[in-house]
């Protein structure tokens, strides 16, 4: 695939039961996603039973250019214990892992670890983890960090990254507080794009696109099957846990959809069977729906997760396609 060098694709790797299952899932998935030309490999979320770094370390040993990107939740980590983990990767690979700040743990998950800690204390907790790793890894003297939940005593020092080799940050937009934390910590807000408004440099999106609609439901229809009648239940229990309120747009969204052919496709997320929001359709279709991202300045996409290699093929169509309209919008679709 060949797309502008602005343009950066992040795949992700879908929840497994097992270790053993997500491990060999993450080996498939990176290899899919660099064959495909993508940047990055958002590899599990931080509450799923394989740990997220010995993954980000798979993907580092079975690819060559492949970025992993490491959910990471302050309530499980410390940002010491991150950044080391960061730079021994970097010095084994010569390419450090972006990290996904607060990754995507619902408030049940937090509970379950004996994080109690309201909305507003858990973003003043991640701004100061994320200043704490990045002055880890810049290594600009001796670090000294007095806040509200960490506190860093001229630590160890650690090899200092380069600036070009340093990790992206990024940060789920679900609050006005992630916006103030992703200006300090220069985090890249994750916009789901139900959400979304203005000029998000990064949205959060699934597709299934084939050559015609007709396939391209008919595949949506067999992975996304009607049948799990519980799990709509079950989401909007977790959302009741949640003052997340990317989720609670999200089913808000849900609940308006009464045709399958609307611009994005909620039913996969409602039932729990997907993260987000869904474009279904031919190449021509979907590409119309990605253009006016393109066009609104967004860069980067971060897609669920592909159920086939042949998904990532046809996920490349759809931005060259969107792409080579935005370059020449009188071109003929071909």
């Not at 660099?34 to 798979?58: F, K, Q």
């Not at 010491?80 to 960061?86: E, L, T």
């Not at 408030?107 to 983890?129: I, K, M, N, Q, T």
Request: proline share 7%; aromatic share 6%; net charge negative.
């Amino acid at each position: 695939m060949t797309l502008s060098s602005r343009l950066h694709l992040i795949s992700s790797t879908p929840q497994c039961d097992t270790s053993k299952d997500q491990i060999s899932t993450v080996r498939r998935a990176a290899h899919w996603a660099e064959s495909a030309g993508h940047d990055a490999l958002l590899v599990g979320t931080d509450t799923g039973p394989a740990d997220p770094w010995a993954l980000a370390n798979l993907v580092l040993d079975e690819t060559e250019q492949l970025v992993p990107v490491v959910a990471v939740q302050p309530a499980m980590e410390h940002p010491y214990a991150v950044a080391r983990r960061i730079s021994t990767l970097h010095r084994l690979h010569g390419r450090a892992p972006h990290i996904e700040l607060g990754a995507r743990a619902g408030a049940r998950d937090l509970v379950s670890v004996g994080d109690r800690a309201p909305a507003e204390a858990r973003h003043v907790r991640l701004l100061e983890f994320g200043q704490a790793v990045r002055a880890l890894l810049s290594n600009a003297g001796p670090i000294s960090l007095h806040g509200e939940f960490y506190e860093l005593r001229n630590p160890p020092p650690l090899p200092a990254l380069a600036p070009e080799a340093q990790p992206q940050f990024f940060a789920a937009a679900t609050s006005r507080g992630a916006e103030r934390i992703s200006r300090q910590i220069d985090a890249t807000l994750v916009h789901d794009v139900t959400c979304a408004d203005g000029r998000p440099s990064c949205i959060r999106v699934g597709i299934i696109a084939r050559d015609t609609d007709a396939d391209a439901w008919d595949v949506a229809a067999s992975r996304f099957p009607e049948e799990r009648s519980g799990m709509t239940f079950d989401r909007r229990l977790e959302a009741a846990w949640t003052d997340d309120p990317t989720q609670t747009s999200l089913l808000a969204a849900a609940a308006e959809e009464t045709h399958r052919d609307r611009d994005l496709w909620l039913a996969p997320f409602e039932r729990r069977q997907a993260p987000c929001a869904y474009f279904v359709g031919s190449h021509a279709d979907v590409a119309r729906r990605v253009r006016p991202w393109l066009e609104a300045g967004t860069c980067t996409f971060m897609l669920d997760a592909a159920a086939c290699e042949e998904d990532l093929l046809h996920t490349g169509v759809v931005f060259e396609r969107a792409w080579r309209r935005l370059q020449s919008p009188l071109a003929v679709s071909g």
